[in-house]
C-alpha cells in the first residue's frame, strides 16, 4: 500500500523569505501524480501545484515549485517570497496513474505553516 | 468549490443518533469520495463511489455507510454516532481522467456530544 510522510508538523518563515516543506511517499507503482493542496483557516482544499511522475522536470506554478527525486521518492515544495496569505495547511497527496476504481488520493498527514511579518 | 456542496456545514449530534451528511455535485464526475480529516491524521479516505449505486470502503470505513442513487448525490451516514467520529468531513469529485487531483467541497464540522 502507498503511505505518504510530512515528517514536519509546523514550520515558520519570516514575509518575504523562502522555505521548504518536505514530503517523503512510499510506492511501487511507477505510473503516479504527486500533489500539495493548501488549506487556510477558511477550510477549503486548494491544490497548489501537481507533478507526473513521468516527467523528469520539476513542476512550477509563480512563487510555488517543487524537488521531484523520484528514485529517493521525495517531493518538497518550495515556497519562495513567502506571503502572509501563505499561512496554512500544507497537505501531500499521492494518486495511482492508473485510472479506474484505484483513483484515490492518499495523503500526509500536514504541515503547518505559520508567516510572521 | 464551485460544482460540489456540502450539507450541513456545522452539526452538533448526540451520541448514538444516526447521521446523514450530503454530498450533492453538478460535473457529472464519475468518482465521489468521503474522508475525513483530523488533527495529525490528515485527510483519510472513508467510502468512495466509482457509479450510481457503485460503492467500496476506504481505510477508516467502520461505523459509516454511504449510498449514491444518483450521479449527484453521494450520502454518508453515520449508523450511530460515536465521540470519536466528531471529525471534518470532506466530499471530493474527480473525473475518469482526471490527473488534476480531486475537487474538494468546503466540509462539514460535525462534533459528536
Known amino acids: 500500500a502507498q503511505t505518504v510522510t510530512q515528517s514536519q508538523p509546523e514550520m515558520s518563515v519570516q514575509e518575504a523569505e523562502t522555505v521548504t516543506l518536505s514530503c517523503t511517499y512510499d510506492t511501487s507503482e511507477s505510473d503516479y501524480y504527486l500533489f500539495w493542496y493548501k488549506q487556510p483557516p477558511s477550510r477549503q482544499m486548494i491544490l497548489v501545484i501537481r507533478?507526473?511522475?513521468?516527467?523528469?522536470q520539476n513542476a512550477t506554478e509563480n512563487r510555488f515549485s517543487v524537488n521531484f527525486q523520484k528514485a529517493a521518492k521525495s517531493f518538497s515544495l518550495k515556497i519562495s517570497d513567502s506571503q502572509l496569505g501563505d499561512a496554512a495547511m500544507y497537505f501531500c497527496a499521492y494518486r495511482t496513474g492508473y485510472g479506474g476504481a484505484t483513483n484515490k488520493l492518499i495523503f500526509g498527514t500536514g504541515t503547518l505553516l505559520a508567516v510572521q511579518p | 468549490d464551485a460544482g460540489i456542496t456540502q450539507s450541513p456545514r456545522h452539526k452538533v449530534t448526540e451520541t448514538g443518533t444516526p447521521v446523514t451528511l450530503r454530498c450533492h455535485q453538478t460535473?457529472?464526475?464519475?468518482?465521489m469520495y468521503w474522508y475525513r480529516q483530523d488533527p495529525g491524521h490528515g485527510l483519510r479516505l472513508i467510502h468512495y463511489s466509482y457509479g450510481v449505486k457503485d460503492t467500496d470502503k476506504g481505510e477508516v470505513s467502520d461505523g459509516y455507510s454511504v449510498s449514491r442513487s444518483k450521479t449527484e448525490d453521494f450520502l454518508l451516514t453515520l449508523e450511530s454516532a460515536t465521540s470519536s467520529q466528531t471529525s471534518v468531513y470532506f466530499c471530493?469529485?474527480?473525473?475518469?481522467?482526471?490527473?488534476?487531483?480531486?475537487?474538494f467541497g468546503s466540509g462539514t464540522r460535525l462534533t459528536v456530544v
Open positions: 471530493a469529485i474527480g473525473g475518469l481522467f482526471d490527473t488534476y487531483g480531486y475537487t
Open positions: 460535473e457529472n464526475h464519475r468518482y
Open positions: 507533478q507526473e511522475a513521468y516527467k523528469q
